[in-house]
């Protein structure tokens, strides 16, 4: 059904496209031709692979931050009161915002980037974190206490596989949100990866190419997306309802 809902799509747009110029609606054909060129041109593998370290770096940042804070909020009542409102004020703030803030501090950049994506998706890893570690039932813990589990054996035995069971999911959101983030700064503030060719690409009112782009960027969101769930399936085999 996926295959022949793609074929149809390809070709209403086609017919779609015999109505408008190639600036307003290129046609389907014209977009493939704009890819092939990229490709052959090798444009596409240095701007995938800024776009990638953006992302990916921004993520790390903010799953190291986001996790170990919301882990440590999560255990400990008073730490979760006092970070709880800066979490909660960070994820109302769009992302725009940062990156505006982001080309005063770093200029125009790869550290735009990076920032802007770790603090927007660290607040959301942060909320998930601290109410996956407050909601451990409480009698496993008594169970571990009998036991004297303590420290390491007591986050690896209890803490962690309950938080990764939790927060895998959410992992899977906030990778996806770090590539929107990532393109979006790129287009305003970095001069590599695949945002900046799209911008380039804009500006030349190459619209085919701007599509072309656009499908480079759905290839990468939906790999990745793929990969982070086969390992959701692959630790966690009872969440695969499937």
């Known amino acids: 059904m996926g295959l022949i809902s793609f074929i149809i799509i390809l070709l209403l747009w086609q017919w779609a496209a015999q109505g408008y ?15 092939q060129t990229l490709l052959w041109e090798g444009q596409v593998m240095s701007a995938v692979g800024a776009t990638v370290f953006h ?4 993520f790390g940042l903010a799953v190291i931050a986001g996790g170990l804070l919301g ?22 703030t769009p992302p725009i915002a940062w990156l505006v ?4 501090w770093f200029g125009l950049g790869d550290t735009n980037s990076i920032f802007t994506v770790a603090v927007t998706v660290s607040p ?24 004297q589990m303590q420290g390491k054996v007591l986050f690896q035995s209890l803490y962690f596989p309950h938080l990764l069971s939790q927060l895998l999911p959410v992992m899977v959101t906030g990778l996806g949100l770090s590539w929107r983030v990532a393109i979006m700064s790129e287009v305003l503030a970095t001069p590599t990866g695949i945002g900046a060719e799209l911008n380039t690409a804009r500006a030349n009112l190459d619209t085919a190419q701007v599509m072309a782009w656009i499908v480079i960027t759905i290839i990468l969101v939906l790999t990745s997306d793929t990969l982070l769930r086969q390992l959701q399936k692959r630790l966690l085999p009872w969440t695969d309802k499937s």
């Open 124 to 147: 959301i890893l942060f909320t998930a974190s601290a109410e996956t570690i407050s909601t451990l039932d409480p009698r496993l813990l008594a169970v571990a206490q009998v036991y």
């Open 55 to 58: 992302a990916l770096t921004g």
């Open 21 to 35: 110029t190639s600036v307003i609606l290129p046609s389907a054909i014209e977009v493939g031709v704009a890819l």
């Open 101 to 104: 803030l982001a080309m005063v």
């Open 71 to 92: 882990s440590l909020a999560g255990t400990q009542r008073r730490i979760k009161q006092a970070l709880n409102p800066i979490a909660t004020a960070l994820l109302g």
